[in-house]
T-cell receptor, first 115, second 110 residues
Framework: SQTIHQWPATLVQPVGSPLSLECTVE??????LYWYRQAAGRGLQLLFYSVGIGQISSEVPQNLSASRPQDRQFILSSKKLLLSDSGFYLCAWSPGRTGRSYEQYFGPGTRLTVT | QKEVEQDPGPLSVPEGAIVSLNCTYS??????FMWYRQYSRKGPELLMY????GNKEDGRFTAQVDKSSKYISLFIRDSQPSDSATYLC??????????FGRGTSLIVHP
């Protein structure tokens, strides 16, 4: 069966510090991968998605970036965090190249607080 | 007008009640319709998905899609306190990027 991991689970970082969140998927190949941010009362905001290694599409221009160095690894980064970057970050995957990309499966999330 | 509208609630019901959760949408290109359940401080969990119009049943859950009215529903029968969560609808059209509603908070009290 497929499993998605995210770490860390919780993170408190000062303004201006760098960020690296990691997501890995097990039990599938060629997944589509997604990064979302969920702020209180604001729903899910898609940040980045990827259909393959090195292929990243950005939905929201901001100080965050994403990379996909391996097929089942997705990394969210920032060089300098802002207060507004606080939120609940969710990684998700969907079956790529199978016609079932409408099914998304989410990881447990990382709660980021920027102080 | 947002593409997907969902009442945030909270919706509070007694245990055993039938719950109706709804979303409306404006994009007629949407073809797949999903419902996710999200417990507090957890990632969303895919409950059900439906293609085009019609009903789909899974245990106590029934998903209903009315494309002519651009309206989808999730019914929960015999609701339990463990059903207390936020329920998000999501829809997909030609791309593989779903559009999510903001979620409805459901509270089932004993």
């Amino acid at each position: 069966s497929q499993t998605i991991h995210q770490w860390p689970a919780t993170l408190v970082q000062p303004v201006g510090s760098p960020l690296s969140l990691e997501c890995t998927v097990e039990g599938t190949s060629n997944p589509n991968l997604y990064w979302y941010r969920q702020a209180a009362g604001r729903g899910l905001q898609l940040l980045f998605y990827s259909v393959g290694i090195g292929q990243i599409s950005s939905e929201v221009p901001q100080n965050l970036s994403a990379s996909r160095p391996q097929d089942r690894q997705f990394i969210l980064s920032s060089k300098k965090l802002l207060l507004s970057d606080s939120g609940f970050y969710l990684c998700a995957w969907s079956p790529g190249r199978t016609g079932r990309s409408y099914e998304q499966y989410f990881g447990p999330g990382t709660r980021l607080t920027v102080t | 007008q947002k593409e997907v509208e969902q009442d945030p609630g909270p919706l509070s019901v007694p245990e055993g009640a039938i719950v109706s959760l709804n979303c409306t949408y404006s994009n007629s290109a949407f073809q797949y319709f999903m419902w996710y359940r999200q417990y507090s401080r957890k990632g969303p969990e895919l409950l059900m998905y439906t293609y085009s119009s019609g009903n789909k049943e899974d245990g106590r859950f029934t998903a209903q899609v009315d494309k002519s009215s651009k309206y989808i529903s999730l019914f929960i029968r015999d609701s339990q306190p463990s059903d207390s969560a936020t329920y998000l609808c999501a829809m997909v059209g030609g791309s593989y990027i779903p559009t999510f509603g903001r979620g409805t908070s459901l509270i089932v009290h004993p």
